[in-house]
Structures are given as structure tokens and as C-alpha cells.
């Protein structure tokens, strides 16, 4: 996990955050996350309030992906300030920036609503959407679900919005005050290791590359980086590159051999062996099972 990463989850660890989100989903009935730039899940899936539709899109890996694809629009867009996007079925999310200095670090996102009462035609819609993505749940079933969303009219939404953005400032200077703890209790060489780290992942990384980046020898790095992480320097890319492969299987369009070259394994053997040691079961057995959830 990259220096941002770590900052987003201490925040979202936080009793400031937590205390938030209590209030917030007791006013609203919204869910809220605190979620990272850079990611690969669904940042609303298990929060308090989570809309039943939207849980029932989360555990499927076709409907995933495309809700995946519908985070990334939002993500990009709220880069710059709050946004709203829109999904496949109709309903509406928004994202506000939490920055660390001038850097977005991450966003407070909530949603999962319509802003207008559903349609018959717009259920209609969706229901041959699913149906062409192989979701097999009862029709009356989802349509219960479906019309169960919540209806926020575009003014109160704005309003939530607003809201939304007063406790993003509030976070983003409390990620000032976490930045300076955690410079002050991790070295500066790992914090630089591990970003270099991320960066190259994909490519074929040796200790010594990683140690000659920040400027240390190799073995004093590998002293330094086991004593910061608890782990040694293999063990530790391993692990960045399967969770990296994790989220990558929620696409069922990319094929396993693409996914272990793209997330810098040499061998589809050798990224074979290593998933089911850390994931405790193969890619394939570990992508049958999001289909079947």
C-alpha cells in the first residue's frame, strides 16, 4: 500500500470518522465511505445502509465490473471538486476530493439513490440489463429491491453534498497531522521504497534495484525494510502483486495468464503457486467463487 493508501485508512480508522459516518447515516440513511484515489473496489460494498440493489450488483462479478467502471468516471471527475455520476440502472452517487496540501489523497463518497422517482420503462430497462448479464434472481425479487431505493430530490441531494464537502475539508486537515506522525515513524528510505515499489511492480524488481532507487546498499536496506514492514522484501511485493490480481479477477473479460503478467509475474505457474499460498485458493477457484456470490 502506497504512503496515500496508509493515510486514507488511518483516517477512516479514525473516531473522527467514525463518528461522522454514524451521524451522517443516522441523518441522511446514505451510506459514506472514506476511500483511497487508487482502487479496485467498491467503496460503499458492507457500509452501514448499503442500498440492497446495489449489494446484490457488488456480488456478482459481471454487474461488478460494471459498477467498477462507473467509480472510475466518478473518481476522475471529483479529481477537481464534488461530482455526481450516474450508473447503468439509474441510480446516483457522489464523490468530494480529501486533500493533503494541494494532493488529492482520497474521497468521502456516499449515494447509491435516485433523484427522481423511477419509472416503470427505467425498471423495465434495467431488469433486460440484468437479465443479459446472467443475473438469475427472481424478477419480483429484484424489482422489490430496485424500487426500494431511495429518492433524494436534486435539491437535498446538493444539500447532502455540501455537507459532504464541510467534513472533507475537516479531514483534510487532519491528514496533515497523520502525514507528520507517520513521517516521523516510518524512515523516509521505506516511505521512498515502497512508492518506488508500486511504481514498478509489473516489471521484473530485484532488492538490489529497489535499494540502488533509494540510494542505500542492499544489505542494509533489506535490514531496514524488514524491520519497518515484518516482511522481506519478496514476500512483500508478492504480496502488492496478488492483491493487485485480486481486484483484476473481478473482471471476467481478462483472462488469468493476462492478469499474472500484467501484475509482474513471469510464470502463470509460479503466480499460480503464490495466489493460493497468500489467497488460500487458486485464481480460478478464487473468480468461480465471485460468480457464484
Known amino acids: ?17 467514525r463518528d461522522y ?13 472514506l476511500r483511497p484515489v487508487e482502487t479496485w ?11 440492497p440493489f446495489c449489494a446484490l450488483m457488488a456480488a456478482r462479478s459481471r454487474t ?6 462507473t467509480q472510475e468516471k466518478l473518481c476522475q471527475g471529483a479529481k477537481s471538486g464534488p461530482t455526481t455520476e450516474t450508473c447503468t440502472y439509474g441510480l446516483c452517487e457522489a464523490a468530494v476530493p480529501v486533500r493533503l496540501g494541494d494532493d488529492v489523497i482520497g474521497f468521502l463518497q456516499t449515494g447509491q439513490v435516485f433523484r427522481r422517482k423511477p419509472t416503470a420503462a427505467q425498471f423495465e430497462r434495467a431488469a433486460q440489463t440484468l437479465k443479459n448479464q446472467g443475473v438469475t434472481e427472481t424478477r419480483a425479487r429484484v424489482e422489490k429491491m430496485y424500487l426500494k431505493t431511495p429518492v ?4 437535498k441531494f446538493d444539500a447532502i453534498l455540501a455537507l459532504l464537502g464541510t467534513f472533507a475539508e475537516h479531514l483534510s ?8 506522525q507517520q513521517a516521523n515513524a516510518e524512515p523516509p528510505v521505506i516511505t521512498r521504497a515502497k512508492q518506488f515499489i508500486l511504481e514498478h511492480q509489473t516489471e521484473h524488481l530485484s532488492l538490489g534495484q529497489v535499494a540502488m532507487a533509494v540510494n542505500t546498499s542492499t544489505f542494509y536496506f533489506c535490514k531496514l525494510f524488514k524491520k519497518a514492514t515484518s516482511l522481506n522484501f519478496t514476500e512483500y511485493l508478492s504480496r502488492a502483486r496478488i492483491e493487485k490480481a485480486r481486484n ?13 503478467y500484467e501484475v509482474g509475474f513471469q510464470s502463470l505457474t509460479h503466480f499460480n503457486r503464490v495466489f493460493k499460498k497468500l489467497a488460500g485458493q487458486s485464481p480460478t477457484e478464487y473468480r468461480a467463487q465471485l460468480a457464484r456470490t
Open 1 to 17: 500500500m502506497n504512503t496515500t493508501g496508509t493515510l486514507i485508512e488511518t483516517l477512516a480508522n479514525s473516531q473522527t470518522f
Open 21 to 33: 459516518e454514524r451521524a451522517y447515516t443516522g441523518a441522511t440513511g446514505l451510506p459514506v465511505a
Open 41 to 51: 473496489q467498491l467503496p460503499l460494498h458492507g457500509k452501514r445502509n448499503e442500498n
Open 64 to 69: 461488478c465490473a460494471a459498477c467498477l467502471q
Open 152 to 155: 433524494v430530490p436534486p435539491k
Open 173 to 180: 486537515m487532519k491528514s496533515n497531522q497523520i502525514a507528520m
Open 248 to 260: 483484476l479477477l473481478l473482471n471476467p473479460n481478462l483472462r488469468i495468464s493476462e492478469i499474472a
